[in-house]
């Protein structure tokens, strides 16, 4: 059983997305099994992370910006890869050190997830995009 998600974004942000999913495993009845998740995109990431203090995200995508600042900044002249802009290449150095890919074990129809974990789309890019998530879930 497989369905794509469709996330839009404006810009750097992590986009919760849990509750789709736990609604999409509710309504295929799904009981034990394992759901994969993918990003069908070079530019963004997933992550399960904890969603109780939107601090967490803050800090995420400010360390993300440290370690890979725009193109146009000096300490990455370096960059060869500027064909779609400044923030292109750092978009894909972020998703080099980030998932794009989740499994979570599930079990009677519910995600394994933590008390305070949810699944998140990591968007990297400034300009808004229309970001793919590809979903299967696997019964046990």
């Known amino acids: 059983m ?23 495993l509710a309504d295929l009845g799904a009981g034990d099994g394992l759901l994969t998740l993918m990003v069908r995109h070079t530019s963004c990431s997933l992550l399960i992370q904890e969603n109780a203090d939107p601090d967490v995200q803050v800090d995420l995508l400010g360390w993300l910006d440290r370690i890979a600042p725009p193109a146009d900044h000096p300490s990455m002249s370096w960059l060869r890869h500027r064909d779609e802009g400044p923030d292109d290449m750092p978009a894909h150095l972020k998703a080099a050190v ?43």
């Open 2 to 24: 497989n369905r794509i998600f469709t996330i839009s974004t404006r810009g750097p942000a992590c986009h919760d997305f849990t509750r789709d999913v736990a609604g999409w």
């Open 98 to 140: 980030l998932p794009v890919s989740l499994q979570i074990p599930v079990t009677d129809g519910r995600m394994m997830l933590g008390t305070w974990q949810g699944l998140y789309l990591v968007e990297h890019r400034r300009a808004p995009h229309r970001r793919e998530i590809a979903a299967l879930f696997q019964p046990a």
